[in-house]
């Protein structure tokens, strides 16, 4: 297997695991709000999230910056926290271009808090390998492609649930933000980092 595909398949299964469940539900926070009909815009979301935490997991496993790993890790569930609370805020289904471009703003600084998380796992793996591009760029590619699959999942329940179902958009909505909100109050508290 060349390094390419070796760093893929791990960006793809760190994004599947389980483990990194508190990634998985700021994902489908960022995305529930939004009918099945603005795939290409949660897309471009998703990759503004990517582009973020793929700016700081390059600058950390280059080691131009140094994280406050506890910082980090009470970092990471409140950007989900704000997530959920801004689905629950927000009080109609109608799309709104202003709000949608702030999104992309937050999703792209929120992946640059997410992408620290994921730096001190690729310095693990990485050793003192004297090539970084190749592993930095395909294990990023991977955790695209993952969350990727996320969303098309997300979507799917979502469809089914909420257009086949008839359960209201609203309903779909205040469940998984709720969900998100419940999860990522207990992880702050856990990582409370003072």
């Given at each position: 297997?060349?390094?390419?595909?070796l760093?893929?398949k791990?960006g793809?299964?760190?994004?599947?695991?389980f483990?990194?469940?508190?990634?998985i539900?700021?994902?489908?926070?960022?995305?529930?709000?939004y009918?099945?009909?603005y795939?290409k815009?949660?897309l471009?979301?998703i990759?503004?999230?990517t582009?973020?935490?793929?700016?700081t997991?390059a600058?950390?496993?280059l080691?131009?910056?140094?994280?406050?790993?506890r910082?980090?890790?009470?970092?990471i569930?409140?950007?989900?926290f704000?997530t959920?609370?801004?689905?629950?805020?927000q009080?109609?289904?109608?799309?709104?271009?202003k709000?949608?471009?702030?999104?992309?703003?937050?999703?792209?600084?929120f992946?640059?808090i997410?992408?620290?998380?994921?730096?001190?796992y690729?310095s693990?793996?990485l050793?003192?390998?004297?090539?970084?591009l190749?592993?930095l760029?395909?294990?990023?590619?991977g955790?695209e492609?993952?969350?990727?699959?996320?969303?098309?999942i997300?979507?799917?329940?979502?469809?089914?649930?909420v257009?086949v179902?008839g359960?209201?958009r609203?309903?779909?909505?205040l469940v998984w933000?709720?969900?998100a909100l419940?999860?990522?109050t207990?992880?702050?508290?856990?990582?409370?980092p003072?």
């Amino acid at each position: 297997m060349s390094e390419f595909h070796l760093y893929l398949k791990l960006g793809i299964e760190h994004i599947a695991d389980f483990q990194s469940y508190d990634h998985i539900l700021f994902i489908i926070s960022l995305s529930v709000i939004y009918p099945i009909k603005y795939w290409k815009k949660i897309l471009i979301l998703i990759t503004a999230f990517t582009i973020g935490h793929s700016i700081t997991l390059a600058l950390a496993t280059l080691r131009l910056i140094t994280i406050n790993t506890r910082l980090v890790e009470f970092l990471i569930p409140l950007t989900i926290f704000i997530t959920a609370a801004g689905n629950l805020l927000q009080k109609s289904d109608n799309f709104n271009s202003k709000l949608h471009k702030f999104k992309y703003l937050a999703a792209l600084f929120f992946g640059l808090i997410h992408g620290m998380g994921f730096s001190n796992y690729l310095s693990s793996l990485l050793g003192r390998s004297e090539s970084l591009l190749t592993p930095l760029f395909s294990f990023n590619v991977g955790i695209e492609i993952g969350q990727i699959t996320i969303l098309l999942i997300i979507n799917a329940l979502s469809l089914l649930i909420v257009d086949v179902a008839g359960v209201k958009r609203r309903e779909w909505i205040l469940v998984w933000s709720g969900v998100a909100l419940g999860v990522s109050t207990i992880l702050m508290v856990d990582r409370f980092p003072w």
